[in-house]
């Protein structure tokens, strides 16, 4: 299979520890948010503001941040705003880990928008995204691959507050051939069941071709016009290459730093 040869994706420089891409949203400009990391290209892959409405070009992005937990937050109003990047995400089944303060708005609903996706629906596995949705057994903490999805409860008293999630890919599967998929909330790893046993047997396979989305914070992979958008704020968000420890989840989520 051919493939386009991307020069600015390989490394020039050794990177010690877990490469990653980290959107900091403590500053807005020239209508997007920064990022950086040691993923080769990371500065390339700023957190630009679009919306749902492709009628309003001049939509008002004044109220977009607010304070996070750790300097300002991406303030989303769940009314079509959302941001897009250049990142492709991680492909195929690489491991994977997504780290985040987010904070939900009390009258959220029970919409399965999710904080960040990326990816190519409508094919099973090819896409993955991060979410908090309210199910008949309660609220839970979701990470889905569009076939496989995992889930993990989370108590009614977040609603308003800042939380800390994990959503840990290992790549592994276990003796049984069911893929190995970690939650962690506020520091703690959570138990996560399969919502669709039937879904067990699909892989991940990640797609991050030219077809398919590229990372966003507040909408879905396949997001048009009138589709819902997440009403809640987002701080403090890590895409690592790799898998974290529940010590290194830890110590991100009282330092923001490794």
């Known amino acids: 299979t051919e493939v386009e040869c991307a020069t600015s994706l390989f490394f020039q420089e050794f990177v010690y520890g877990i490469p990653y891409v980290h959107w900091s949203f403590d500053k807005l400009e020239n209508g997007g ?3 950086d990391g040691t993923m080769p290209g990371a500065s390339a892959y700023r957190a ?7 009628a ?17 937050a991406f303030a989303m109003d769940g009314k079509g705003l959302f941001a897009q990047t250049a990142f492709p995400g991680m492909a195929w089944d690489t491991p994977r880990t997504f780290t985040a303060w987010v904070r939900h708005r009390e ?16 094919s099973y596995g090819k896409s993955w995204k991060i ?25 009614d008293d977040f609603l308003n507050e800042w939380v800390h999630v994990a959503s840990v890919y290992t790549g592994r599967k276990d003796k049984a051939g069911r893929v190995e998929m970690r939650h962690y909330i506020n520091g703690v790893l959570q138990p996560t069941v399969v ?4 879904t067990e047997s699909i892989s991940v396979n990640t797609d ?3 077809k398919a989305t590229r990372v ?18 987002l701080d403090e968000v890590y895409l690592f290459r790799g898998v974290l420890s529940e010590k290194q989840i830890r110590q991100l989520m009282n330092t923001n730093r490794l």
């Open 33 to 35: 948010f920064e990022a």
């Open 48 to 54: 630009e503001l679009r919306h749902m409405d492709k």
């Open 56 to 72: 309003a070009q001049d939509f008002d992005t004044s109220g977009c941040q607010v304070g996070g937990r750790f300097g300002e």
């Open 107 to 122: 009258d959220f609903g029970s919409e399965r928008t999710p904080y960040c996706a990326w990816g190519r629906r409508p």
């Open 131 to 155: 979410m908090f949705w309210k199910r008949a057994r309660g609220y839970q903490l979701c990470t889905s691959a569009f076939g496989p999805a995992w889930e993990s409860p989370i108590k």
């Open 195 to 198: 919502v669709d046993p039937k």
């Open 208 to 210: 991050t071709s030219e």
């Open 216 to 233: 966003r914070f507040g909408a879905g992979v396949s997001a048009k016009e009138g589709n819902h958008t997440v009403d809640g704020d």
